[in-house]
Protein backbone atom coordinates (compact mmCIF):
# COMPACT_ATOMS: atom_id res chain seq x y z
CA UNK A 1 0.00 0.00 0.00
CA UNK A 2 2.43 2.27 1.00
CA UNK A 3 4.59 2.68 -2.66
CA UNK A 4 1.28 3.09 -4.44
CA UNK A 5 -1.07 5.49 -2.54
CA UNK A 6 1.58 8.51 -2.16
CA UNK A 7 3.84 8.82 -5.44
CA UNK A 8 6.52 11.64 -5.47
CA UNK A 9 8.29 13.78 -7.96
CA UNK A 10 11.39 15.33 -6.09
CA UNK A 11 9.26 16.69 -2.97
CA UNK A 12 5.77 16.49 -5.18
CA UNK A 13 2.95 14.07 -4.01
CA UNK A 14 0.34 12.60 -5.93
CA UNK A 15 -2.28 10.18 -4.71
CA UNK A 16 -4.06 7.43 -5.47
CA UNK A 17 -7.78 7.74 -5.16
CA UNK A 18 -8.63 3.98 -6.44
CA UNK A 19 -6.02 2.44 -4.03
CA UNK A 20 -7.06 5.13 -1.32
CA UNK A 21 -10.56 4.36 -1.30
CA UNK A 22 -9.11 0.33 -1.85
CA UNK A 23 -7.71 0.92 1.94
CA UNK A 24 -10.42 2.50 3.17
CA UNK A 25 -12.14 -0.68 2.88
CA UNK A 26 -9.05 -2.89 4.21
CA UNK A 27 -9.24 -0.33 7.56
CA UNK A 28 -12.93 -0.54 7.81
CA UNK A 29 -13.13 -5.21 7.32
CA UNK A 30 -10.31 -4.70 9.88
CA UNK A 31 -12.65 -3.17 12.32
CA UNK A 32 -15.73 -5.50 11.20
CA UNK A 33 -13.32 -8.32 12.00
CA UNK A 34 -11.56 -7.22 15.11
CA UNK A 35 -15.23 -6.42 16.71
CA UNK A 36 -15.86 -9.86 15.57
CA UNK A 37 -12.60 -11.78 17.02
CA UNK A 38 -13.19 -10.16 20.50
CA UNK A 39 -16.94 -10.79 20.77
CA UNK A 40 -17.54 -7.22 20.80
CA UNK A 41 -20.20 -4.73 19.66
CA UNK A 42 -18.79 -1.85 18.00
CA UNK A 43 -16.20 0.86 18.83
CA UNK A 44 -15.67 3.74 20.68
CA UNK A 45 -13.46 7.16 19.82
CA UNK A 46 -12.57 10.25 21.44
CA UNK A 47 -13.39 13.11 19.78
CA UNK A 48 -10.89 16.31 19.91
CA UNK A 49 -11.72 18.57 17.17
CA UNK A 50 -8.66 17.28 15.36
CA UNK A 51 -8.23 15.16 12.19
CA UNK A 52 -7.16 12.17 13.29
CA UNK A 53 -9.87 11.26 15.81
CA UNK A 54 -12.39 13.06 13.15
CA UNK A 55 -11.12 10.07 10.08
CA UNK A 56 -10.85 7.97 13.03
CA UNK A 57 -14.62 8.29 13.60
CA UNK A 58 -15.61 8.36 9.91
CA UNK A 59 -13.94 4.64 9.37
CA UNK A 60 -15.05 3.18 12.26
CA UNK A 61 -19.10 4.87 11.68
CA UNK A 62 -18.46 3.09 8.08
CA UNK A 63 -17.86 0.03 9.76
CA UNK A 64 -20.55 -0.10 12.81
CA UNK A 65 -23.09 2.75 11.64
CA UNK A 66 -25.09 2.37 14.75
CA UNK A 67 -22.58 0.83 17.12
CA UNK A 68 -19.67 3.43 16.99
CA UNK A 69 -19.52 6.46 20.05
CA UNK A 70 -17.79 9.31 19.82
CA UNK A 71 -16.81 11.22 22.97
CA UNK A 72 -15.58 14.55 23.83
CA UNK A 73 -14.00 15.19 27.04
CA UNK A 74 -13.04 18.63 27.71
CA UNK A 75 -10.19 19.27 30.29
CA UNK A 76 -9.43 22.58 29.03
CA UNK A 77 -11.52 25.70 27.24
CA UNK A 78 -12.12 24.44 23.48
CA UNK A 79 -14.27 26.69 22.00
CA UNK A 80 -12.54 26.72 18.88
CA UNK A 81 -12.47 23.09 19.05
CA UNK A 82 -16.31 22.15 19.83
CA UNK A 83 -17.11 24.45 16.84
CA UNK A 84 -15.37 22.23 14.56
CA UNK A 85 -16.84 18.86 16.44
CA UNK A 86 -20.37 19.97 15.65
CA UNK A 87 -19.10 20.34 11.87
CA UNK A 88 -18.13 16.97 12.36
CA UNK A 89 -21.30 15.87 14.04
CA UNK A 90 -23.26 17.24 10.81
CA UNK A 91 -20.93 15.83 8.24
CA UNK A 92 -21.29 12.21 9.70
CA UNK A 93 -24.56 11.84 10.37
CA UNK A 94 -23.46 11.66 14.44
CA UNK A 95 -24.57 12.39 17.56
CA UNK A 96 -21.58 12.38 20.39
CA UNK A 97 -21.32 12.63 24.21
CA UNK A 98 -19.61 14.75 26.39
CA UNK A 99 -17.96 13.56 29.94
CA UNK A 100 -16.73 16.91 31.44
CA UNK A 101 -13.28 15.87 32.79
CA UNK A 102 -12.07 19.26 34.45
CA UNK A 103 -13.38 18.92 38.31
CA UNK A 104 -10.83 14.74 38.14
CA UNK A 105 -8.19 16.80 36.38
CA UNK A 106 -7.93 19.27 38.98
CA UNK A 107 -8.59 17.02 41.91
CA UNK A 108 -5.65 14.84 40.41
CA UNK A 109 -3.06 17.88 40.44
CA UNK A 110 -4.38 18.91 44.24
CA UNK A 111 -3.66 15.17 45.35
CA UNK A 112 -0.39 14.96 44.10
CA UNK A 113 1.40 18.77 44.02
CA UNK A 114 3.19 17.77 40.56
CA UNK A 115 4.18 21.32 38.92
CA UNK A 116 6.54 19.62 35.79
CA UNK A 117 4.23 20.98 32.96
CA UNK A 118 4.79 17.80 30.87
CA UNK A 119 3.70 15.60 33.22
CA UNK A 120 0.63 17.71 34.20
CA UNK A 121 -0.22 17.55 30.30
CA UNK A 122 0.01 13.66 30.24
CA UNK A 123 -2.74 13.31 32.71
CA UNK A 124 -5.19 14.81 30.55
CA UNK A 125 -5.08 11.85 27.99
CA UNK A 126 -4.39 9.18 30.51
CA UNK A 127 -7.73 10.61 32.22
CA UNK A 128 -9.37 10.37 28.43
CA UNK A 129 -8.15 6.86 28.12
CA UNK A 130 -9.74 5.68 31.47
CA UNK A 131 -13.15 7.23 31.16
CA UNK A 132 -13.03 5.79 27.37
CA UNK A 133 -12.14 2.10 28.51
CA UNK A 134 -15.14 2.59 31.43
CA UNK A 135 -17.45 3.32 28.36
CA UNK A 136 -15.94 0.88 25.99
CA UNK A 137 -16.30 -1.90 28.91
CA UNK A 138 -20.07 -0.96 30.00
CA UNK A 139 -21.10 -1.33 26.20
CA UNK A 140 -18.73 -4.24 25.22
CA UNK A 141 -16.92 -1.61 22.87
CA UNK A 142 -13.62 -1.59 21.65
CA UNK A 143 -11.33 1.81 22.01
CA UNK A 144 -9.70 2.73 18.84
CA UNK A 145 -6.74 4.79 18.75
CA UNK A 146 -6.15 7.86 16.62
CA UNK A 147 -2.11 7.62 16.53
CA UNK A 148 -1.43 7.99 12.36
CA UNK A 149 2.10 6.84 11.34
CA UNK A 150 3.97 9.94 11.58
CA UNK A 151 2.97 9.70 15.25
CA UNK A 152 3.81 6.45 16.11
CA UNK A 153 7.08 6.34 14.75
CA UNK A 154 8.29 9.43 16.32
CA UNK A 155 6.73 8.10 19.84
CA UNK A 156 4.61 11.73 19.81
CA UNK A 157 1.96 10.38 21.88
CA UNK A 158 1.33 9.36 25.42
CA UNK A 159 1.98 6.11 27.17
CA UNK A 160 -1.06 4.43 28.57
CA UNK A 161 -3.02 7.74 27.27
CA UNK A 162 -3.84 8.17 23.63
CA UNK A 163 -1.39 4.92 23.40
CA UNK A 164 -3.83 3.04 25.42
CA UNK A 165 -6.00 1.52 22.81
CA UNK A 166 -7.04 -1.63 21.26
CA UNK A 167 -7.16 -0.75 17.89
CA UNK A 168 -4.63 1.56 15.44
CA UNK A 169 -6.70 1.95 12.01
CA UNK A 170 -4.63 4.18 10.57
CA UNK A 171 -1.31 3.97 12.00
CA UNK A 172 -0.09 3.51 8.48
CA UNK A 173 -1.12 6.57 7.10
CA UNK A 174 1.13 9.87 6.92
CA UNK A 175 -0.33 13.13 7.67
CA UNK A 176 -0.82 13.92 4.42
CA UNK A 177 -2.54 10.62 3.64
CA UNK A 178 -5.08 11.19 6.45
CA UNK A 179 -5.95 14.35 5.12
CA UNK A 180 -6.72 13.10 1.48
CA UNK A 181 -8.73 9.71 2.92
CA UNK A 182 -10.26 12.42 5.40
CA UNK A 183 -11.44 14.00 2.25
CA UNK A 184 -12.68 11.24 0.63
CA UNK A 185 -14.56 10.51 4.07
CA UNK A 186 -16.80 13.75 3.62
CA UNK A 187 -14.54 14.89 6.68
CA UNK A 188 -14.92 18.80 6.74
CA UNK A 189 -12.26 21.17 5.48
CA UNK A 190 -12.12 23.42 8.10
CA UNK A 191 -10.87 20.00 10.26
CA UNK A 192 -8.67 19.15 7.44
CA UNK A 193 -6.68 22.46 7.34
CA UNK A 194 -6.89 23.14 10.59
CA UNK A 195 -3.24 23.76 12.30
CA UNK A 196 -2.12 20.18 13.98
CA UNK A 197 -1.85 20.82 17.72
CA UNK A 198 -2.55 17.77 21.08
CA UNK A 199 -4.05 20.28 22.83
CA UNK A 200 -1.80 19.27 25.63
CA UNK A 201 -1.86 23.23 26.81
CA UNK A 202 -2.67 26.37 25.42
CA UNK A 203 -1.36 27.61 22.27
CA UNK A 204 0.45 23.98 21.73
CA UNK A 205 1.40 23.25 18.09
CA UNK A 206 2.53 19.63 16.86
CA UNK A 207 4.73 21.15 14.56
CA UNK A 208 6.52 23.71 17.07
CA UNK A 209 6.95 20.98 19.46
CA UNK A 210 8.37 18.40 17.08
CA UNK A 211 11.12 20.91 16.01
CA UNK A 212 9.85 19.84 12.38
CA UNK A 213 7.09 19.66 10.00
CA UNK A 214 4.35 16.87 9.30
CA UNK A 215 5.60 17.38 5.51
CA UNK A 216 9.02 16.63 5.96
CA UNK A 217 8.21 13.75 8.44
CA UNK A 218 5.73 12.21 5.59
CA UNK A 219 8.65 12.58 3.34
CA UNK A 220 10.92 10.90 5.55
CA UNK A 221 8.71 8.07 6.29
CA UNK A 222 7.83 7.40 2.41
CA UNK A 223 12.00 6.97 1.80
CA UNK A 224 12.56 5.70 4.91
CA UNK A 225 14.23 2.98 3.12
CA UNK A 226 16.42 5.10 0.52
CA UNK A 227 18.90 7.22 2.10
CA UNK A 228 20.16 8.70 -0.60
CA UNK A 229 17.13 10.72 -1.20
CA UNK A 230 16.14 11.17 2.22
CA UNK A 231 19.60 13.50 2.63
CA UNK A 232 19.01 14.81 -0.66
CA UNK A 233 15.63 16.82 0.41
CA UNK A 234 15.72 16.44 3.96
CA UNK A 235 18.24 18.84 6.33
CA UNK A 236 20.53 16.88 8.02
CA UNK A 237 19.36 18.33 11.59
CA UNK A 238 15.53 17.27 10.78
CA UNK A 239 16.75 13.61 9.83
CA UNK A 240 18.82 13.70 13.30
CA UNK A 241 15.52 14.89 15.15
CA UNK A 242 13.41 12.79 13.75
CA UNK A 243 15.81 9.41 14.40
CA UNK A 244 16.47 10.38 17.59
CA UNK A 245 12.40 10.52 18.29
CA UNK A 246 12.08 7.41 16.72
CA UNK A 247 14.93 5.34 19.10
CA UNK A 248 14.08 7.48 22.20
CA UNK A 249 10.55 6.43 22.08
CA UNK A 250 11.21 2.90 21.35
CA UNK A 251 9.96 1.97 24.89
CA UNK A 252 6.40 3.64 23.95
CA UNK A 253 5.87 0.54 20.96
CA UNK A 254 6.79 -2.49 23.57
CA UNK A 255 4.79 -3.99 26.28
CA UNK A 256 6.41 -3.02 29.45
CA UNK A 257 10.12 -4.62 29.45
CA UNK A 258 10.81 -7.31 31.49
CA UNK A 259 13.90 -9.59 32.61
CA UNK A 260 15.03 -12.91 31.85
CA UNK A 261 12.67 -15.51 33.45
CA UNK A 262 14.47 -17.60 35.80
CA UNK A 263 15.85 -21.03 35.06
CA UNK A 264 13.62 -23.22 36.91
CA UNK A 265 15.48 -26.42 36.05
Same mark, same amino acid.
Request: aromatic fraction near 10%; include cysteine; proline fraction near 3%.
Given at each position: ???????? #????????????????????????????????????????????????????????? #??????????????????????????? #?????????????????????????????????????????????????????????????????????????????????????????????????????????????????????????????????????? #???????????????????????????????????????
Amino acid at each position: MKTTLTKY #NGREREFNKEIALSYIETIVNFLKDKVKESNSKGLIVGISGGIDSALVYALCKKAFP #NDTLGVIMPIDKMDHDLVHIKELEKSQ #NAKFITVELKNTFDSILAATNVEDKMSISNIKPRLRMTTLYALAQSKRYLVCGTDNKDEYFTGYFTKYGDGGVDLLPIVHLTKSEVKYLSELLNVPYSIINKKPSAGLWEGQSDEDELGFSYDDLDFYLDHIDN #NVIINKYLDQKVIEKIEKMHKNSEHKRQSAYKPLEINKK
